[in-house]
C-alpha cells in the first residue's frame, strides 16, 4: 500500500470524533452511539462500535486492509463510518492482530483469522444490537477477510455471528495468483506462513467458493496494487459454481473504493442490502 495515500486517509479521519468478547466499554461520545469492544487481552484485539440515533439497518463489519501488515490500522476504516452511520448502519471498525514484529504485530494465519471470527462474534454481546443482518466490508487485504468470515464455520473458526452478505472493495480473492504476482511485496507468503499450497483452502477464498451469502465485489479499472482480475476472476469462479456474486467495476485505483467522496463509494453504498 503507498505510504503516502495511506498517510492522507489517515489525516482525513483527524476531524472526526474520535478470545471470548469482553463486556462493551462505552467511551467519550456515547450520546453519538460510539463504543469500543475489546474481544482480547492483546492491544490489537478490538473494535470500534458507532450505531445510528435511529433504528439500525444491521451492522456492517468494516475490515481494513494493509496486506495483512502491522503497519497498517483500523484507522483506515474510520472515513467510512459516517456515511453508512447516516444510512441507518450500525458499523463495526475491526482491528486484527497483523503481521510484523512491531505495534500491532503477532498475526498471520492462524491468529489473524482468530480475530476476525472473534471481532465478529463480539457483536452478539452488544446489548440491543440486531444481529440479523452483518455484512463485511473489506478492503484489499481486508476484502479477502471479509470474504473468508463469510465461510468460516466451514473450517473450525467461531461463527457465533453468520455473515449475511459481502462487500469486497479491490480485495485480495485468490491468494495463490497474489503470491503469484508478487502482490504487496511477498505479503502473501508472509501472511500464511509459507508459500501458498494445496493445503492452504481454509484461508483461501476462490477455494472456498460456493458461498451461501451474496458477493459484490467493487474494483478499479485502474488498480495497480491489487489487480482488477483477482475481482474478475472471483466472480467468474462464483457464478460458475452457482454462488451469488456480482462485478462492480468502478473508474479510478485501488483507492477510490474507499474515498467516501467518490462515485465509488457512493455506488458501494447503493449496494448494501
Avoid at 94 to 122: C, F, M, N, Q
Avoid at 171 to 196: K, N, W
Avoid at 197 to 205: C, H, L, R, T, V
Avoid at 244 to 269: C, K, M, N, Q, Y
Wanted: glycine fraction near 14%; proline fraction near 6%; charged fraction near 15%.
Amino acid at each position: 500500500m503507498r505510504l503516502a495515500r495511506r498517510t492522507l486517509l489517515a489525516g482525513s479521519v483527524a476531524a472526526l470524533a474520535g478470545c471470548g468478547a469482553a463486556p462493551v466499554k462505552e467511551g467519550a461520545g456515547t450520546s453519538s452511539g460510539f463504543a469500543r469492544i475489546d474481544y482480547g487481552a492483546d492491544p490489537s484485539q478490538y473494535a470500534e462500535l458507532t450505531r445510528p440515533a435511529t433504528a439500525s439497518r444491521g451492522v456492517v463489519v468494516v475490515i481494513h486492509g494493509g496486506f495483512w501488515k502491522a503497519a497498517y490500522d483500523l484507522s483506515l476504516g474510520r472515513p467510512l463510518v459516517p456515511s453508512l452511520v447516516a444510512a441507518g448502519w450500525s458499523v463495526l471498525n475491526l482491528e486484527y492482530r497483523r503481521v510484523g514484529s512491531a505495534l500491532g504485530g503477532g498475526g498471520g494465519v492462524p491468529a489473524t483469522l482468530d480475530d476476525v471470527a472473534a471481532g465478529i462474534d463480539a457483536l452478539a454481546e452488544v446489548e440491543g444490537l440486531d444481529t440479523t443482518t452483518v455484512v463485511t466490508l473489506g478492503h484489499s487485504a481486508g476484502g479477502h477477510l471479509a470474504t473468508w468470515a463469510a465461510a468460516r464455520g466451514r473450517f473450525g473458526f467461531s461463527e457465533r455471528v453468520p455473515v449475511t452478505a459481502v462487500i469486497s472493495q479491490a480485495g485480495v480473492l485468490d491468494l495463490r495468483a497474489a503470491y503469484a504476482g508478487g502482490l504487496g511485496d511477498g505479503a502473501v507468503e508472509a501472511f500464511l506462513g509459507h508459500p501458498p499450497g494445496p493445503g492452504d483452502e481454509a484461508a483461501d477464498p476462490i477455494r472456498q467458493l460456493p458461498l451461501d451469502v451474496p458477493v459484490w465485489c467493487v474494483h478499479g479499472r485502474s488498480d495497480d496494487t491489487v489487480p482488477f482480475t483477482q475481482s474478475q476472476d472471483y466472480v467468474a469462479a462464483a457464478t460458475a459454481a452457482g454462488a451469488r456474486a456480482e462485478l462492480v467495476a468502478v473508474e479510478g485505483d485501488h483507492f477510490v473504493v474507499i474515498d467516501p467522496a467518490s462515485p465509488a463509494w457512493r455506488r458501494t453504498l447503493a449496494l448494501l442490502p
